[in-house]
């Protein structure tokens, strides 16, 4: 099994928004790590979308989602959140959860440790 657990995918029209969450499949806590979103759609390459240090002080986004995609964590209840909004049909795509001790990795998409199974987010138009 993926160590990681998405929620939240769906169908919804363009303008609106979903949010994502994501958990370690075993409870553990996040505090220790840098945590991001990748996506993937039909017939495309894996893309970075988002990524929030383990402080949650630092956040990087793809420059096709900033001001729209939002990423945050929440320790108490040891998930991370993609809230996306504005959304668009080219947004389509399984969205896969991503952890790692070192942010570099998941900045540079090259060496992950964990990652989720994915989560379909379909936006009609």
């Known amino acids: 099994q993926a160590p990681l657990v998405e929620s939240g995918g769906g169908l919804v029209q363009a303008g609106g928004s979903l949010r994502l969450a994501c958990q370690f499949l075993?409870?553990?806590?996040?505090?220790?790590?840098?945590m991001g979103w990748f996506r993937q759609a039909p017939g495309k390459e894996r893309e970075f979308v988002a990524a929030?240090?383990?402080?949650?002080?630092?956040?990087e986004y793809a420059d096709s989602v900033k001001g729209r995609f939002t990423i945050s964590r929440d320790r108490a209840n040891a998930t991370q959140y993609l809230q996306m909004d504005s959304l668009k049909p080219e947004d389509t795509a399984v969205y896969y959860c991503?952890?790692?001790?070192?942010?570099?990795?998941?900045?540079?998409?090259?060496?992950?440790?964990?990652w989720g199974k994915g989560t379909l987010v379909t936006v009609s138009s």
């Open positions: 075993d409870g553990r806590s996040i505090s220790k790590y840098a």
């Open positions: 929030i240090s383990w402080s949650g002080r630092g956040t």
């Open positions: 991503v952890a790692d001790v070192n942010w570099g990795f998941i900045i540079s998409a090259s060496g992950i440790n964990y």
